[in-house]
């Protein structure tokens, strides 16, 4: 059986566990109250942690410390246990495994809050991507603490195992990421019309209340408000929730998955979980009929049609 079979097999295990589930919510209520603790403060941690600010999910970012910190104390290890090292390897061994814990409990808060939000599969996968995590990083607490101590031999051995269980971690990591779609952006924006198209009348359109409709196979939202028309993307890019079940909040359309707050000029997420903007559209009105149009993915404002302008 080749190397890709055997892991499939065991990422297939793990997806249809449901053994997890359990333990799963256990896990999520705990994460969800340690926020509730938190209180005025609970959102913008949440939004720190997911990384609204950034425009991207903060985890990513993060986790590449311990495994470069690691990975460099490997190298390290290696080169002062050969004698290849110099006087000073075994020190810096140290303070690069003292590193990537730092780096480790930076990521697992972020993949913590983002992993609150996932579903069946995935939700499998991630328990036990951040059991084998926590894994690593007690190892190398233990190898910190035995070099700090003298005890080089039994560290370097430690290490030598929480590396193994990182690269593995990391597997399950890439499946999140690439199978289940953690992170990554939901909307639809790449498949959207390029040239105006009918997309309701808007007669039809209630105002201050969103619109769900379909153009050309691609959802999209039609909010009218004080006589303008203004359209935006019908799935969430966080997890593809339908846009069109959220409703409006100080004029900003909320998904009714989780909470996602995006302001609909510019479609930039207000609050978390998603990290990447809502895709808007160009509108126009012609015979009645509300046409949208395929926007360019760069920040700027959404163009907005007035029925007045449409009248001239």
């Known amino acids: 059986m080749s190397v890709r079979a055997l892991l499939e097999r065991a990422v297939g295990t793990v997806e249809r566990w449901q053994l997890l589930d359990a333990p799963g919510y256990q896990v999520e209520h705990g994460i969800s109250l340690t926020f509730l603790l938190a209180g005025r403060y609970a959102r913008p941690l949440q939004d720190l942690l997911h ?3 950034l425009g991207h999910p903060l985890h990513p970012f993060l986790v590449t410390v311990p495994i470069g910190s690691w990975s460099a104390a490997a190298l390290l290890d290696g080169l002062d246990a050969t004698g290849r090292g110099g006087p000073g390897a075994g020190q ?3 303070t690069v495994v ?3 814990i730092a780096g480790a409990v930076g990521a697992a808060a972020s993949g913590m809050t983002d992993w609150q939000h996932a579903h069946d599969e995935a939700r499998r996968v991630g328990l036990v991507h951040a059991a084998l995590n926590s894994t690593a ?3 190398y607490a ?3 603490a035995d070099r700090g101590r003298g005890r080089t031999v039994r560290a370097r051995v430690t290490a030598a195992a929480g590396y193994a269980v990182v690269l593995t971690s990391g597997y399950l990591g890439g499946v999140l990421s690439y199978r289940h779609r953690l992170g990554v952006d939901h909307s639809a924006a790449g ?4 040239t105006f198209t009918p997309v309701a009348r808007l007669a039809d359109l209630p105002d201050g209340e969103p619109f769900g409709a379909d ?4 959802p999209v939202v039609l909010v009218r408000t004080d006589g303008a028309v203004r359209a935006v993307s019908g799935r969430c890019p966080h997890m593809g929730g339908p846009m069109g079940e959220g409703w409006l909040h100080r004029d900003e359309l909320v998904c009714p998955w989780h909470g996602s707050r995006f302001d609909l000029d510019t479609g930039e997420p207000a609050q978390g979980p998603a990290t990447a903007p809502l895709p808007c559209y160009d509108t126009r009105i012609s015979d009645g009929a509300v046409e949208v149009r395929r926007r360019a993915r760069w920040r700027s404002p959404t163009a907005i ?6 009248s001239r």
Do not use: I, M, N, Y
Request: charged share 25%; proline share 3%; no cysteine.
């Open 215 to 218: 153009v050309d196979g691609v």
């Open 137 to 139: 990083l007690a190892l």
């Open 191 to 194: 498949r959207s019309p390029r």
């Open 305 to 310: 049609t007035t029925e007045e302008e449409a």
């Open 92 to 94: 810096a061994a140290r």
């Open 98 to 100: 003292g590193l990537g």
């Open 51 to 53: 990384g609204v600010w």
């Open 142 to 144: 233990w190898s910190f």
